[in-house]
C-alpha cells in the first residue's frame, strides 16, 4: 500500500473524481460505472472504451482504485472485473472536496465583492 | 433483406475492436484488454436493443477511434484521456467543419475510397450468396448431383433410362431423381411460342423439397403418359397476367393437351447444376414412352440425390461405380465409351458443382477491388499527411493553448474516418446500385438473381470503412500530433521534412499496387487483342442469324418444305441476299459426329459432322478450294454428298484430290456412302479459342432431321428494321413456327470470349482508375515537396540556376518515386499474375512486353504528374520568393 499523500494527488481531474464518487457507494464493474456516469450526467452516450480504461488504469497504478479480486456479484459474469476504491482513494477524494470547496467559497467571496 | 444475427454482429465488432486494442502497450492490454472486451459486449447488446445494427456499427466506430487514440496516448505516456470522456461528438463536429471548409479535399479523397468501398461490397455481396450461403434446399449438404464424369472434369448429363434404373438402387442414397430437359411448342389462336421444359422423375420435387405455390404436386400415377403440367410463376404472369383461376387451364402442346394443376413459388430457383433443364414448363417424365429406352446412349437427364450419410460420399460413389458397370453390361452399346471401357457414374456434392470455377474469377475480382481499395486508402492518408504539414501552426497553437496529444490524436482521426465514413456511404450506395449489373454481366455466374446488398454485405462495407479510416488515418494523425510549438510558430516557412519519408513510401506503395493492376489489365488486354485477331475462317460482318423451331410432330416433306419457305420469305426482305443455313452456327462447336471409315486403312474415324442448307459456305465466306456446293433440289432419295473440310480431305486422301471419291459412314440408321462433291477452306468451328478440326458437311435436305434451323442472311440494311421484316417472313411462311432467336452471327460468336472481354474489361477499368489516384498521389507530393523547398530554388535561380535545372530538379524526385514503386510492383505482379493464366490466350503471365508497357506507362504518368509543379517552379521569381528573409 503506497503511503502517498493525498494532497500530492490533487487537483483532480474531474473525471477522475468523477469516477471516484461513483465507486464511494459500492464496488462496480466497468458497465456499471459507466451507467452510473450516464445517469450522473444525463449523457445518452456511454463513456467511450479508450477514455475509460486510460481512467481506470491510472487510478489503479497511483493506488486509488484496485481491482477486488474477492468480491464477484451475481450479474458480473466470470470475466468481468469489480473495481473498489482504496483507503487513500477515498482520503483523496475527502481532500479533493474540501479543495473544491474551498475553491467555491473564494469564488463566493469574489464574486460578492464584485458583483459586476 | 435479412439481417446478420447479434452474435454475428458480437463477433465482428469485437474483432474490430479487440484489433485497435493493440495501440495500448501490451501489459497494459494483458490487465485490461479482455476486460475492456466484455464492457464492449456488454453495451453492444444494448446498443442492439435500442437502435440496431446502425447503433452497434456507431458505437463500434466509436470504441474503435477511442480505444486507439488512448491506446496511443497510453504509449506516449502523457496527457490525460482527452479532455474529458463526452467530447467525441465535439470531435466529429470539429471535423466535420474543418471538412466542410474544404470540399475539393474531400472529394478527392472520399471519391476513391467510395468506388473501392463500391466495389469490395458489390463483389462481397456476390461472393456471399455464390460461395458462402448454403443452396436454398431442405438440407443442402447431403444433395448431390450425379452424373457421368468427362475427361476435362465436367460431369455430364445422363441418359434419362440410366437415371430411371439408378432410381431403383438406392442404398447409399435415400433418394435418387433428376430432370430431363427439353422444349415443346405451346399452341394457341395466333400461333405458336417456344417454352423450354422440365420433365422431372417422380422424386425431384421431393429431393430439392419442392412444392407448388398453388395447386398440387404431381401424382404417382401422372408420370405415364401425362396429361398434366405445373408452371412456374414467370410463366403464370407471362401467359396468363397472374389470373387466379389458372388452374385447370389447358396448354395445346407438342406433348398433347395439358392441364394446369399447380404453379411453383415465386422466388424458387432451380439448382445451377440443372441450369440447362430448367424450363416454364413442369411436366412429369414420361416413364412408359419407348424413346426414353432407345435414347439410352444419350445424356438427356441431370440426375440429382440425396446421400443416406453426407460424410460418406466415397460409399455413394462405389455403388455408382458397382451400378455403372451392371448398366455397361446390361445395354453395351449405349454405356461404352469409344475406348470400350464402361461409361462410369459420379456423385458430387451440389454445391461444389453449382459454384465451379466461379470461385477463382471472384478471388480475381476481389483481389482487384482490393486493391484499389488499398490505393485509395493510401491517398487518404497521403493527402492527410500533407494537409496536416500545412496545419502544424493550428495544432501548435492547439497544444499551447492545452490540447492533449491524445485529444489532438482523436481529433486527427475522426477527420480520416469521417472521410472514410463519407466514402463508405457513398460506396455502399454505389454498390447497391451496381450490384445487379454486375451479377447479370459476370459470365456463368450461378445463383446470379439471388445476389443483393443486404445487412450482413453493409455491415462488411462499414466495417471496412471504419478499419480503412483507422488504418490510414494513423500515420498522419501520429505524424501530425507531434508538433514543436517552439517551433513551428516562430518559423516563416513551412518545414517540408516532418512526414516527408512516410509520404514517399505511401506514393510508393500507391505506384507498386497500381502496376500490379495496370498489370494484369494489360495482360488480359493484350490477351483480347489476340484473340481478336484469330482467323476463325468464316466471315460475320453484316451477317445474321434468325432460329426458328418447327414441331418436332411435323413430317419430313413438310419439314423441308417449310424451310424451302422460310429461305425464300428471308430473301424477299429488302437488303437480304445469300440466304441459307446450318442446324449448328458455325463457331459455335458441334453436337454430332459422323462415324466414318478410313478410305486406305479401313480403321474407323470420327469426325464432326455440319448439317447445312446449299450457299452455306458463300453465305459465311468459307472458299470453295474444289469441286462444287450442294445443289438444293437434292433429297434424301437421291446420291448422298459430303463436302469435306481441307484438313479433313489431307487427312483421309493425302496429296490427292478428293473430289468424286466415296466414303462409307455408320450414322444411326446404318450404313451409308456418301460421294464427295467439294472441299472448302478449314474454320475454327469451336470458336478463336479452338484448334481447327476436320470437318464434314452434308445437305440438311438429304437429312431433314431436327426441327430448329438457323438461317444465316447477309444484311446490309437499317439493323431496326429487320426484326419486324424477320417476324412477318415467319408468321407469312407458317405461324405455327416460332422464332426462338434473332442475332448477328458477329455476336454469337463473340460469345466465345465473352469472359475474356469481361475480366479484361473489368481490370482495364480497375487499372484506369488506379492510374488516375496514382497520378494525382504523385502530383501531390512533388507540389508539397516543391511548396516547402521554394526557397532553396528562389537561391539556385539567384546563383544563377535555369528554369530547366529546376525542373530536372523536381521532376527527379517524381521519376524516383515512380522507379522503386515500378519495381517493387513489378515483383509483386508477376508473383501474382499466376491467378490470370486460364484466363490468357496465347500469353505468358510473365510476358515481357505488357510488363514493358506497364513500365512505361507509370514512369511516363509519374513523369507528367511531376512535370506540373515543376513548370511552376522554375517560374519563380527569387525575388519574391526570399524578400520576407
Known sequence: ?116 | MTGPSLPTIVRAGRLIVSVCLYAFPARFRRQYGADALTYYVDRVVEAHGRTGVLGVLSLTARDAVSAVAAGLAERGGRGSPSGGPFCYRADVAHGFRSLRRHPGFVLAAAGPVALGVAGVTAVFAVIDIVLLRPLPYPDPDVLVEVGRPLDNGVLAPISTANLIDLEEAIGAFTEVGGVQGGSTLVYDDEGATLEQITRPTRAFMNIVGLDPARGRGFNASEFREPTVAIVTHDLWQRRWGGVTNVLGATLRTDLGDLTVVGVLPRDWIPPEALRGSAGDLWVPLDYSDPIVQRTRAFGFSSGVARLADPSDLGAANEQLRASALALAEAHPSANTENDGTPRMLEARPLHAQTVGQIGDRLGLIFAGVATLLLIACANVANMFLARGADRRREISLRTVLGAGRARLVVQLLTESVVIALIGGTVGCVLAFLSVDTLAAFTPDLPRAGEVAVDMRVTALAAATSVLAGLAFGMVPAWSTSQVDPGRDLTLTALDGTSGQTARAVLVVGQIALTVVLVAGGALLLNSVVRLAMVEVGFETDEIYVVTTRQSPLTDKPASTNYVRTMGDQLAAIPGVSHVSGSMFLPGEGLPVQLEIEHPASGEPLKRWRHSVLPGFFSTVGIPLIAGRDFDPSEGPDDVREIVVSESLADDLWPGESPVGRTLSSSVGQGNLEWVVIGVVADIRNGGPKAEIQGLAYHSWYQDPWMPSMAFLFRYSGDAAALTPALREAAVRADVNVPLTDVSALADRVGENTVEERHYALLLSLFSLIALGIAAVGVYATVTFTVSTRLEEVGIRRAVGAGGADVVALVVRRGLLQAIVGVGLGVVIALLASKILAGLLFEVAPTDPLSFAVVATILVAVAVAASLVPAMRAARVDPLMVLRPR
Do not use: N, W
Not at chain 1, 7 to 32: K, V
Not at chain 1, 78 to 96: F, H, M, N, Q, W
Open chain 1, 1 to 116: 500500500m503506497r503511503t502517498a499523500e493525498p494532497g500530492s494527488f490533487l487537483p483532480l481531474s474531474p473525471a477522475d473524481f468523477q469516477l471516484l464518487l461513483i465507486l464511494l457507494d459500492r464496488p462496480r464493474h466497468a458497465y456499471g460505472i459507466a451507467g452510473a456516469v450516464m445517469e450522473q450526467e444525463r449523457a445518452r452516450v456511454p463513456l467511450e472504451l479508450g477514455s475509460l480504461y486510460r481512467i481506470l488504469a491510472r487510478l489503479d497504478r497511483s493506488g486509488l482504485i484496485e481491482v477486488d479480486t474477492g468480491a464477484r456479484s451475481v450479474s458480473a459474469g466470470p470475466r468481468r472485473k469489480i473495481y473498489c476504491i482504496t483507503e487513500l482513494g477515498r482520503s483523496v477524494a475527502t481532500a479533493e472536496a474540501h479543495r473544491l470547496r474551498e475553491v467555491l467559497s473564494l469564488a463566493e467571496a469574489r464574486l460578492t465583492l464584485d458583483p459586476a
